[in-house]
């Protein structure tokens, strides 16, 4: 909780200094306000969300474990830490397996960088990602540097603009919702139109990312109020035959049929709406060089202040 407080503070401090002049109450606007009202959809979701699964991509592989492992082993780790990096699916570490997180980003990109050729997939991110050495051996690079990776291959176009983190199943850590967090609850209460640039990326399931955390993006297009706890959203896991309203707890339900991920699920005590973390992805401002986020910032300032 200390490293939030301090990132409310220093954002109050920020914020009060660019609003000198405006009065408090243009700058924090009661939480839950919109800016605009602006009801229109914010982006064209036609062909979301992309499925980690897809046969197009979804057998393309991510980390070769053997040679994490061999890595590991010769840094001086045992076999048995050298073998938890990562999960041992006997199809391999791909895309489907893993890349949750990856079709999120690729999403991101999707919605946000400017049009390309080829497109930005699962496949041609994966491909991005392990051509700039995204992929260490340790396993663990592309948790850490996604924000890093987002940058680079849009030329700094899309940027990871604010995150917040809630260490799922952490016991000093109180469960965190959509209808808690503050930078989601900002999110969600600026109307449709006016979150045109941003999107919302949010983890759920175990604070641990082995096996049974989980990435989805919050549905840019919903008209949910921020009160909402079980959140429309876009979800790589989503069965490729289904269409229509997909919410947290419909993710939930079906990512936890595998028994491994459910037992992980159970023994942190993780609730089918529960999130771990919030991340927000923005166009660059090119002017500024900052990340263009409207009524956004004013909004969260409400909600950390409320």
């Not at 037992?263 to 771990?276: L, N």
Request: glycine share 10%; with cysteine; charged share 20%.
């Amino acid at each position: 909780m200390g490293d939030r407080d301090t990132t409310r503070r220093g954002f109050l401090r920020g914020a009060a200094a660019a609003g000198a002049g405006l009065g408090a109450g243009a700058l924090l606007p009661a939480a839950g306000a919109t800016a605009s009202g602006n009801a229109a959809p914010a982006f064209d979701l036609s062909g979301l969300p992309m499925r980690q699964d897809d046969p197009r991509w979804g057998r393309d592989l991510m980390w070769n474990r053997r040679r994490v492992i061999r890595a590991a082993r010769a840094g001086g780790m045992s076999r048995s830490e050298a073998e938890s990096l990562l999960w041992d699916y006997p199809d391999g570490n791909s895309i489907g397996n893993e890349g949750c997180q990856l079709t999120c980003l690729a999403m991101v990109l999707h919605l946000l960088a400017a049009p390309r050729r080829p497109a930005w997939t699962p496949r041609t991110l994966n491909r991005a990602a392990h051509e700039g050495l995204f992929y260490t051996l340790s396993g663990l690079g592309m948790n850490t540097l996604y924000a890093d990776l987002v940058s680079e291959v849009s030329d700094g176009a899309v940027q990871l603009a604010i995150g917040e983190n809630f260490l799922p199943g952490e016991k000093t850590w109180k469960p965190a919702y959509c209808d808690t967090a503050p930078l989601v609850r900002a999110y969600r209460s600026l109307a449709p139109g006016d979150r045109a640039g941003l999107v919302l990326m949010l983890k759920t399931g175990t604070y641990d990312d082995t096996m049974a955390s989980h990435y989805v993006l919050l549905d840019p297009n919903s008209a949910q109020p921020p009160g909402d706890r079980n959140a429309e959203v876009l979800d790589p896991a989503m069965p490729a035959g289904r269409s229509g309203r997909w919410t947290l707890s419909d993710s939930a339900k079906w990512i936890t049929q595998d028994p491994d991920i459910r037992r992980e699920w159970r023994k942190a005590g993780i609730s089918d709406t529960q999130v771990g973390g919030a991340w927000l992805f923005a166009r660059c401002d090119r002017t500024t060089g900052r990340p263009a986020l409207g009524a956004l910032p004013a909004a969260w300032a409400a909600e950390l202040a409320s």
